[in-house]
């Protein structure tokens, strides 16, 4: 129903940045929460930061080191990632809650998961 797209993985040093995005498509009629969250090897998968309406919210960790943004227009959220730390080495994950229209006119619910892109930050 809704297919996201995630780029800006990659290798880093720590201390560096780096920039994620994440595109929505699809019958969208409306996305209503939009986030990244990061697993680990051996981990489970837990919230990066999301964006909620006009609300954001990020893991205690990342605070004052990342930020989320969302262009409404083109139905993507980034995540830019500064002062990053081997321990910020994780797959990222786009996720996006909302509506899409159905060939009958009505709408459904849907959350949808993007594939995942590598974050690996050397020491």
């Known amino acids: 129903q809704v297919q996201l797209v995630e780029s800006g993985g990659g290798l880093v040093q720590a201390g560096g940045s780096l920039r994620l995005s994440c595109a929505a498509s699809?019958?969208?009629?409306?996305?209503?929460?939009m986030g990244w969250y990061r697993q680990a090897p051996g981990e489970q998968r837990g919230l990066v930061a999301n964006?909620?309406?006009?609300?954001?919210n990020y893991a205690d960790s990342v605070k004052g080191r990342f930020s989320i943004s969302r262009d409404n227009a083109k139905n993507t959220v980034y995540l830019q990632m500064n002062s990053l730390k081997p321990d910020d080495t994780a797959v990222y994950y786009c996720?996006?809650?909302?509506?899409?229209?159905?060939?009958?006119?009505?709408?459904?619910?849907?959350?949808?998961w993007g594939p995942g892109t590598q974050v690996s930050v050397s020491s």
């Open positions: 996720n996006a809650e909302g509506t899409v229209d159905k060939l009958d006119g009505s709408i459904q619910a849907f959350r949808s």
């Open positions: 699809g019958s969208i009629y409306s996305i209503d929460a």
């Open positions: 964006t909620i309406g006009g609300s954001t």
